[in-house]
């Protein structure tokens, strides 16, 4: 059963506009949340993370929310550029962010020009 | 310098080869850790290394064999894959051990015939 699903296998987005990409979680016990991106040909990247003690964080054009009541979380790119484009990986750990990752499947991002 | 390399990038064996791979990094993380992931599923955890000692097994085969030599080297040796081996095995480090935010190499993509 997977604990971290992203239901979006993929999204296309025009260049400039707002890419939302979104995150389940089932477990509880999950208090930290992370984005990765991977471009294809190398390794996952951290990108943005937030605790379950804030509801948003915000690194320039990247913005998580976070709703613990409905476990869901969404990463938010504004504006989207083509250079985004990739897979995005959503990720939860407990014990505040000191605990073994789990991964979603991934969503991949295609920002057209 | 922040980066993880792998070695090699693509590795074709046999079922009966005895194979190696590589892993560096140069941040003086203290972690170290091996994933495995299918297409289109999420990276799986295989082993964690902490001050080089194995300190997690996530229940993997025998015939995967990670070894930590130093600090900065993490290999997984391989010895009588199965065709269901084949996959995108990576490499990651964190400054602690089990941090969510980690580094993560390109990858060895393998393939067992």
């Known amino acids: ?113 | 310098d922040t980066e993880v390399t792998q070695t090699p990038k693509h590795l074709v064996m046999g079922m009966t080869n005895k194979k190696s791979l590589k892993c560096e990094q140069h941040m003086g993380h203290r972690a170290m850790y091996w994933y495995k992931q299918k297409a289109k599923k999420p990276p799986e955890l295989m082993f964690v290394y902490s001050y080089e000692k194995l300190s997690i097994n996530e229940s993997v085969p025998s015939r995967f064999s990670p070894e930590c030599p130093n600090s900065s080297l993490l290999n997984l040796h391989l010895h009588a894959l199965q065709p269901e081996d084949s996959a995108l095995y990576l490499c990651a480090s964190s400054q602690r051990f089990q941090s969510a935010e980690q580094y993560f190499g390109p990858g060895t993509r393998l393939t067992v015939t």
């Open chain 1, 1 to 113: 059963d997977q604990q971290v699903k992203q239901n979006s296998p993929s999204l296309s987005v025009q260049e400039g506009r707002i890419s939302i990409l979104n995150c389940d979680y089932t477990n509880s016990m999950f208090d930290y949340f992370l984005w990765y991106k991977k471009y294809p040909a190398e390794g996952p990247t951290f990108l943005i993370s937030i605790s379950s003690i804030k509801d948003k964080n915000e690194d320039g054009r990247f913005t998580v929310f976070l709703n613990k009541s409905a476990k869901h979380l969404s990463l938010h790119i504004v504006p989207s550029q083509p250079g985004d484009s990739a897979v995005y990986f959503c990720a939860a750990s407990g014990d505040s962010g000191y605990s073994t990752l789990t991964f979603g499947k991934g969503t991949m991002l295609l920002v057209s020009p």
